[in-house]
């Protein structure tokens, strides 16, 4: 299994441009979610779903957007990119069940820069 | 809101010795987990150790240990034998158990060095 896979590994935008971030997940898990992690801060969780065709917003959904058409794919949008947005993003996913301890597995990230 | 604090931004310990990272967090839940994720150079997220509030024993995983104390709202994690492959940031984290988000609320982390 692959477990938890993210690309791109790294990506420099310009002011206004826009780009998807894909995640994709091969253990069947219904949960997923995005996080940011800012420089030296922890993660901060931007959006997150509960199942396909389920997304809801996290603590910092501002200038993004997400969708999860199938079970293992839930990628991140960033429309109109800025100087905020410079961040490493991480994608996670999880199995939730009664008592479960839904453990989180995370990809290896993203970094992004928006010059 | 639930909140969890890391009050110590970096450590260093000597290879083979103990250390412990501090960790609080506030909540007016009951039930919920704690965890400690250790993230590399690589940036990898590794989850080292989990515990249930509900649970009284502390969890052990080989070198990793942690002390609950639900009362006080602490969870600190203990690396016992240190190596040099132990170097990182380590973050406590919390979830809820009810609700579900699900998600992980992350402290600002600590960085371990280990001196060889």
């Known amino acids: 299994n692959a477990g938890v896979t993210q690309t791109p590994k790294f990506r420099i935008l310009k002011i206004g441009q826009s780009m998807t971030l894909q995640c994709t997940q091969d253990?069947?898990?219904?949960?997923m979610y995005w996080y940011r992690q800012d420089p030296g801060m922890g993660l901060k969780l931007i959006y997150y779903s509960v199942g396909a065709g389920i997304t809801d917003k996290g603590e910092v959904p501002n200038g993004y957007n997400v969708s999860r058409s199938t079970t293992e794919d839930f990628p991140l949008r960033l429309e109109l990119a800025a100087p905020s947005q410079t961040s490493v993003y991480f994608c996670a996913s999880s199995y939730s069940g009664p008592r479960s301890y839904n453990e989180q597995f995370f990809g290896p990230g993203t970094r992004l820069t928006v010059l | 809101a639930q909140t969890v604090t890391q009050s110590q931004p970096e450590m260093s310990v000597q290879e083979a010795e103990t250390v412990t990272l501090s960790c609080t967090y506030d909540?007016?839940?009951?039930?919920?987990?704690l965890f400690w994720y250790k993230q590399p150079p690589s940036r990898q997220m590794i989850l080292v150790i989990r515990?249930?509030?509900?649970?009284?024993q502390n969890a052990t995983e080989n070198r990793f240990s942690v002390n609950f104390q639900k009362a006080a709202k602490s969870f600190s994690l203990k690396i016992s034998d240190s190596q040099l492959g132990d170097a990182a940031m380590y973050f406590c984290a919390y979830r809820s158990a009810g609700g579900s988000q699900g998600n992980l609320i992350f402290g600002k982390g600590t960085k371990l060095s280990v001196k060889p």
């Open positions: 909540t007016s839940e009951s039930d919920y987990y």
């Open positions: 253990m069947n898990h219904n949960y």
């Open positions: 515990q249930e509030a509900y649970k009284q």
